[in-house]
């Protein structure tokens, strides 16, 4: 039996410039493929939220509901993206928490940002993803700082647990055998466990161009 594979980084169109997936299209294609789930992790919102949770329920699918938050990385003066995934009741309200934050208290040059400080209040009832190459591991490990990236890794596991996923992703880019190899030798050291994800943007391969003019747009 063949394990299905399910969909933990989709963004949509309200991902306002990162993202072309209409929800009804995807949750239509998500049932061609015969998927059981699929999360939604709009950037620091859930703008789409409702309309993708009745749209995957009427369909007979799971939907997971999450988002991408783009953290301050003081030390190095940069920001990094960590992937959080309500896995309770509990995590919902705390994801509802970490965005109203973003927007109120860590808007930066238009951008809302959160720090980890806040993620850590805000932990329970979440499921955390590191974010894979532009995560704050795979930043250290790609900037050979194989230090930093163990003592990020072990922070996070405090904070999270069992709950933390070192993100594997092999989308053909830049650096991602690199990233993938360095961040499986990672998992293993400390026994994390691992999860692939693609970066979904759009659904058919035919509309990489109509995304990269909205972003440039």
């Not at 973003?102 to 930066?108: H, K």
């Not at 238009?110 to 720090?115: F, K, L, M, P």
């Not at 890794?153 to 069992?162: A, I």
Request: aromatic fraction near 8%; charged fraction near 25%; hydrophobic fraction near 40%.
């Amino acid at each position: 039996m063949i394990t299905p594979f399910v969909h933990l980084k989709v963004h949509s169109e309200y991902s306002i410039v990162d993202g072309l997936v209409r929800i009804k299209p995807l949750i239509k294609k998500i049932g061609d493929l015969n998927m059981p789930a699929v999360a939604l992790t709009d950037v620091c919102n859930f703008y789409g939220l409702v309309k993708f949770y009745k749209a995957a329920r009427g369909a007979g699918i799971k939907p997971i509901l999450g988002s991408d938050f783009i953290v301050n990385d003081v030390e190095n003066e940069s920001t990094t993206v960590i992937t959080l995934l309500a896995q309770t009741e509990e995590g919902y309200r705390n994801l509802r928490v970490l965005i109203s934050r973003a927007y109120q208290e860590g808007q930066t040059l238009g951008e809302a940002r959160v720090e980890r400080q806040w993620i850590e209040e805000c932990a329970g009832g979440i499921i955390a993803l590191s974010g894979a190459k532009v995560g704050d591991i795979g930043q250290a490990l790609l900037n050979d700082r194989e230090g930093d990236a163990e003592a990020l890794l072990q922070h996070w596991l405090n904070v999270f647990g069992d709950r933390f996923y070192i993100e594997l992703q092999r989308t053909g880019r830049t650096q991602d055998e690199s990233y993938l190899h360095k961040a499986v030798a990672l998992a293993a050291k400390f026994n994390c466990p691992v999860v692939a994800t693609n970066d979904v943007r759009f659904i058919d391969g035919k509309e990489f161009d109509a995304h990269e003019a909205r972003v440039c747009i």
